[in-house]
């Protein structure tokens, strides 16, 4: 089938006729950003209706030098950022000033009424054993609100048996709280980052931070968006949110914690070591009971599925100093 050039012009003016507002759904539900900012450069109409988008997914990538130490949480923070400057307007004469623009608040300065906005990391940031599995999602408002951490150990053969004949995987105390300490840690610092976000849009109303991998979830709804916002202190925070370990203070919590050696799901798989755990703050942590956290988490599949046997099992309750 040939297009005639008239047909073409025919097309675009058709359009052109659609209002501004269907366009903008359209927008919306593309959300890409890198998309969204290749949509300016097509016409001057897109390129003013393009910063009015609400809905928007900011997927960033990891470049790590070689001198770099790739274990570092921080040091993968720092290099990930560095990477999508070139979503903006590329500058081959790199400059101190160009230094300060590879932050995501920088890129998001394009759009002004940011409602919904999902950032996603390139990859999770804890190094586990091999066979373990951890997820977890923290709830934020100027501090921690929540965080329901899920770990197991997945095992292959139906019948529950370990081919390595690592029974005793993850059965320890120590094991379990080793795992809810770095899930905090990694939680805290990706808030700490969020900072500049927050401050420079104040008509979001929900931000999420996830990563590629789905290890972990950092989920600011509108009133710790509202929190964040008003916590004195935090425009000097955000000016030097890229120096080495910075992290938001997990303030003192509870911890209740629900553990089984070993579970079987429905699909055949076995899994051991299952441990769930549920934070909040020791002044607060609000009226949400832990069977609706940790299901409104994980959700379904395997995890939701595992989170419903724990969550018949018998917990205790352990308590830890701020940090």
Same mark, same amino acid.
């Given at each position: ?177 080793? +795992? ?60 030097? +949110? ?27 798989? +076995? ?53």
């Amino acid at each position: 089938m040939i297009i005639t050039k008239n047909q073409m012009v025919e097309a675009m003016n058709g359009f052109d006729r659609l209002p501004d507002s269907l366009i903008l759904l359209i927008f919306n539900s593309i959300s890409d950003i890198k998309t969204l900012i290749c949509c300016r450069s097509v016409s001057k109409r897109f390129n003013s209706l393009v910063p009015q988008t609400e809905s928007l997914s900011l997927k960033v990538d990891c470049v790590i030098s070689p001198e770099s130490d790739s274990g570092s949480l921080f040091t993968l923070l720092k290099s990930l950022l560095k990477s999508i400057h070139d979503l903006l307007k590329p500058d081959t004469k790199p400059t101190t000033r160009n230094q300060t623009q590879n932050s995501p608040a920088r890129i998001l300065n394009q759009f002004d009424r940011i409602r919904d906005l999902q950032i996603e990391l390139p990859s999770g940031d804890l190094k586990l054993e091999k066979g373990a599995v951890i997820k977890w999602r923290a709830e934020f408002g100027k501090s921690l609100k929540s965080c329901v951490v899920l770990g197991f150990r997945r095992v292959a053969n139906s019948e529950g048996n370990n081919s390595e004949g690592d029974i005793d995987f993850a059965g320890g105390l120590k094991t379990r709280v080793v +795992w809810t300490i770095s899930a905090l840690i990694a939680a805290s610092a990706r808030h700490y980052l969020l900072n500049d976000v927050v401050k420079d849009h104040r008509e979001m109303e929900s931000l999420v931070l996830v990563d590629r991998e789905g290890e972990g979830t950092v989920a600011m709804g509108r009133e710790g968006l509202r929190e964040c916002r008003e916590e004195s202190g935090m425009a000097a925070r955000g000016a030097d +949110w890229q120096e080495e370990g910075k992290r938001t203070v997990v303030p003192s919590v509870r911890m209740r914690m629900r553990h089984e050696q070993r579970v079987q799901l429905k699909d055949g798989v +076995w899994v051991e070591g299952a441990t769930l755990v549920v934070v909040r703050p020791c002044n607060g942590g609000g009226d949400v009971e832990d069977a609706e956290l940790a299901l409104g988490a994980f959700g379904g599949g395997i995890f939701g599925e595992a989170v419903q046997v724990l969550l018949k099992n018998e917990s205790y309750l352990l308590e830890m100093n701020s940090f």
